[in-house]
């Protein structure tokens, strides 16, 4: 508590509802010399930098999480090194100025990146939670704190990026209580993953046939698929994973081992009850057959 940051508001965020940090956590590891510190954000949005259509197709939400700064002590709790994600994510060594324990970082690009000096003075100290994310994904985090996707929710109506039935690539999106939300974990290797929900008996796929919205990491994912009407993920009688190639990359494989989550927001946007869970071992390969689990 004592080392996590002040984060200064970017300034042509103050007196604005828009890109608000939400809460913060840290994670701890340890390391050879001692203990390791990381602190990471949620801001509301990000005013530049990946779309709507995008995020939810590929994070399984539009907030704008941000792992911030991360501080090494020893085991009398001196600093050995500390870092912080600056412009164009690339981490840098943290040299500013402190409050106390708390160093002093300054929200400084449209996509929420910091650096330790900055003109603003309006300021935030979000106290951060412990959290491990063992086997799951970093939206959790706001699974834990359901208030956020109302916030998330009403940030995308004031900006005008809530559309009815709107088409991927325009940078809109449905309404987030209109859409099933797929946690796994995998492996997506050289290729990219999909994920699908079949309703009445089609299936909707998450990148919604454009290849820029396909999953390209490994770890424990979000997607987040729109369905028609009215249906939420009770309806939902199967998920289906899928590997894809990727331009200029050599195909291999690509693996499933854990389905954590499947739900819908409920009516007051907070994440309903999962349908289902899943655990295992599925290769996956471009071109080759597709998981398929049923709903039980």
């Known amino acids: 508590m004592s080392l996590a940051p002040f984060i200064h508001a970017r300034p042509d965020t103050v007196g604005k509802f828009t890109d608000i940090p939400l809460l913060m956590w840290y994670e701890i590891e340890p390391t050879d010399r001692g203990t390791r510190y990381r602190y990471s954000v949620i801001f509301s949005n990000e005013d530049g930098g990946t779309p709507a259509d995008r995020l939810m197709a590929t994070w399984g939400r539009t907030t704008d999480i941000e792992y911030l700064y991360s ?5 009398n709790g001196s600093i050995l090194s500390e870092d912080m994600q600056g412009p164009d994510h690339e981490i840098l ?12 970082l300054w929200v400084s690009t449209e996509n929420n990146m910091v650096l330790d000096h900055g003109t603003t003075n309006v300021r935030y100290a979000p106290a951060p939670a412990l959290v491990n994310l063992d086997k799951v994904s970093r939206e959790t985090v706001m ?5 956020t996707y109302e916030v998330m929710a009403k940030e995308l109506a004031r900006e005008g990026k809530i559309v009815a039935d709107a088409p991927p690539g325009r940078g809109t999106i449905p309404d987030v209580r209109r859409f099933v939300y797929v946690e796994a974990c995998g492996e997506a290797g050289t290729n990219a993953i999909t994920t699908s929900v079949n309703v009445d008996g089609a299936w909707h796929s998450s990148d919604r046939g454009v290849a820029e919205y396909r999953i390209v990491r490994d770890g424990c994912f979000r997607a ?8 939420t993920a009770r309806e939902v009688s199967a998920i289906r994973f899928q590997a894809h190639a990727r331009k200029d990359r050599a195909t291999g494989t690509s693996r499933i081992t854990r389905l954590n989550r499947v739900f819908s927001l409920d009516e007051r946007f907070a994440p ?11 290769a996956l390969t471009p071109g080759g057959q597709p998981l398929d689990i049923p709903v039980r």
């Open 71 to 75: 501080v090494e002590v020893d085991a």
């Open 93 to 104: 060594p943290f040299q500013g100025k402190r409050e106390g324990g708390h160093p002093l």
């Open 143 to 147: 699974d834990a704190n359901p208030w």
């Open 224 to 231: 987040a698929i729109p369905v028609p009407g009215s249906a």
């Open 272 to 282: 309903g009850a999962s349908v289902m869970q899943w655990e295992g071992s599925a």
